[in-house]
């Protein structure tokens, strides 16, 4: 037979499911009333009461049959695991860096960092510090200072790197903070709370080249750094035929080293790391990790999440599955936009972003817009979301409240575990709530906590 090779423009998962979990469906009245039991806080609600969760894609993915046949066969001796010398090379290979301290997720590297690094009265700069990495940091006593371009700020702008950070405001920082009270330059790849917007690979080499000048220590936020080389490789001249591997080394080779969480771009359920040059500053949180986390060739890591994370951080750089996943997220924010429903533009690599603020003008950001779009999703569909917007960031460490530069609601993809149905569907209950918008009201905080507020605040819904 003589055919003509098929080209489907369809990207199909590119992976069998073998094993499936069962999801509980609820009613509307059902959820009405689990949500006010959990403070209206979608974090305090049981997962087993939520049908597709996007509360995050930490931690949440689907493993692969490569990596449950590595848990099987690792080595959990405390000291010196085969399992820890096997996520050591893959983490040089990938970062090229010297040392490796492993954790147990990667707020307890950034923990271990900056409480060795940061000073009271100190300032890091980055393009976004996302929320745990801002805590850690103020923790600390020093200020997080978030230096995005102007396009990061705006969820229309079709910028293709709009987690670049302002390379103007950054020399002005260093300038008039003074170089003695930077300890570290930071960028975050993807950027997380700016909509999860890539960074260029020529972005990320001109803050290395700044930091160089000023002889400040330069790292990587690096939760997602396969997602920012596909977008490189896909968005950056130069880069379409490089491998998305390559284009990672190329990337950490700008760096001193990188805060890592291993349940993001790592395709594991738990695990993280701090990778890094410096042999003095190893050698310090080396002290520190064996007193918060472990003996050092195991960190907060057993074996056999050391072993799922060495080979699930290959399986985030294969083309076929980041192809699948950034055009999944694409997808469902293809179907927002015929709808008429502001995200912010482009779609990221992780998660659609809802723009709470235009979509409900009418609720002002002191009563928390995202907050009240995100229960409506759950109260309508059993959809769970987070809010990233006045709620997240809007306290201030002097205890005062200021409305955070935009206010989304964050639906992230958890890896390879939803199918197109689920989005179909996802997107008809987002559609739903936009439709009815004007019936959607504000809420007020009753109770919380000062560090952190979002995970475990109680609110109250004020009258639409």
Not at 114 to 137: C, K, L, M, Q, Y
């Amino acid at each position: 037979m003589k055919l003509k090779e098929f080209e489907s423009d369809t990207i199909i998962e590119p992976f069998r499911i073998r094993s499936v979990e069962p999801v509980r469906f609820t009613t509307m009245e059902e959820r009405a009333q689990l949500l006010k039991e959990a403070g209206f806080n979608p974090f305090l609600l049981k997962a087993d009461d939520v049908l597709i969760d996007l509360l995050t894609d930490s931690g949440t993915g689907a493993m692969s049959s490569k990596q449950w046949s590595g848990m099987i066969a690792s080595d959990e001796s405390y000291a010196g695991s085969s399992s820890f010398y096997k996520l050591e090379s893959a983490v040089r290979d990938i970062t090229g860096f010297k040392h490796l301290i492993p954790t147990h997720q990667g707020r307890a590297a950034e923990n271990i960092f900056f409480t060795t690094i940061a000073r009271e009265g100190d300032v890091i700069p980055s393009n976004t510090h996302f929320d745990t990495t801002r805590a850690h940091i103020e923790h600390a006593g020093a200020e997080a200072r978030d230096l995005v371009i102007a396009e990061g700020h705006q969820p229309e702008s079709r910028h293709p790197f709009k987690g670049n950070m302002d390379l103007a405001k950054l020399e002005k920082t260093i300038h008039d903070t003074g170089v003695d009270n930077i300890p570290v330059i930071m960028i975050t790849v993807t950027n997380n709370s700016g909509g999860g917007q890539p960074v260029s690979m020529d972005n990320i080499r001109s803050v290395s080249e700044m930091a160089r000048k000023y002889d400040i220590p330069f790292f990587i936020d690096a939760c997602r750094f396969a997602e920012n080389a596909w977008f490189i490789k896909t968005r950056e001249e130069g880069f379409s035929g490089e491998k998305p591997l390559d284009i990672a080394r190329k990337m950490f080779s700008y760096a001193d080293g990188c805060t890592m969480s291993a349940k993001k771009d790592g395709m594991a359920n738990i695990g993280g790391f701090l990778a890094l040059n410096s042999d003095e500053l190893a050698s310090e949180c080396r002290n520190l990790e064996i007193l918060t986390e472990g003996f050092p060739t195991y960190g907060g890591m057993a074996g056999y999440d050391m072993e799922a994370v060495a080979q699930g951080l290959y399986e985030a750089l294969d083309s076929d599955y980041l192809r699948y996943r950034i055009r999944s997220i694409a997808y469902l924010g293809d179907k927002l936009s015929d709808a008429g429903i502001p995200i912010v533009q482009p779609t990221g690599g992780h998660a659609v972003y809802l723009d709470a603020r235009k979509i409900l003008p009418h609720i002002p950001p002191t009563q928390y817009p995202a907050w009240s779009f995100n229960n409506a999703l759950y109260l309508l569909g059993g959809v769970r979301g987070v809010e990233i917007g006045t709620v997240m960031f809007g306290r201030q460490p002097d205890g005062s409240e200021k409305p955070a530069a935009m206010e989304l609601v964050r639906l992230a993809f958890p890896r390879r575990v939803y199918t197109q149905s689920h989005v179909d569907y996802l997107a008809e209950v987002i559609i739903s709530v936009f439709r009815q918008r004007e019936q959607l009201g504000g809420y007020k905080i009753v109770s919380g906590p000062t560090v952190l507020r979002h995970f475990s605040a109680r609110l109250e819904p004020l009258d639409p």
